[in-house]
């Protein structure tokens, strides 16, 4: 069986953090999701856990981190080509979401990002391998 990712997200509004991310394009596993819980399907392989701030306290002694004035966490995910970076970063705004920074290209590399209605960073990233500068 492969490794597979969850990534916890504590969220203020669960049913507007579903309706953005499925204006981006993604869909959700009702298989784990109800009224405290939404589990948004990146991948095959990668899912990030929305939860509601009570149910997210269940799994941590901690307070919780007010992710649009501190970082916890810059969830990045790869993309199969520079549009898709491009593509993804404007539904993100149309949706509602904001970005942090300007895009970076690095030649062999083009990242840019958005934050979801909560602050969480979402980088993106599209890599050409091939283009990738030898080692010094």
Known sequence: ??????????????????????????SFNPQFTDKT??????????YAMLLTHAKFQEFTPKTICDATK?????????????????????KALAAGGTTYAEPKDY?????????????????LFHMDESAIPPAQ
């Open 1 to 26: 069986m492969a490794t597979k990712i969850f990534v916890n997200l504590p969220v203020k509004d669960l049913p507007k953090s579903m309706e953005f991310f499925q204006e981006l394009g993604y």
């Open 70 to 90: 501190s970082t916890e966490v810059l969830i990045a995910l790869s993309c199969d080509s520079r549009e898709r970076v491009t593509a993804l970063v404007e």
């Open 37 to 46: 819980a939404a589990c948004l399907v990146i991948s095959d392989h990668i």
């Open 107 to 123: 030649g062999f590399m083009l990242q840019h990002g958005f934050q979801d209605l909560d602050g969480h960073i979402w980088e």
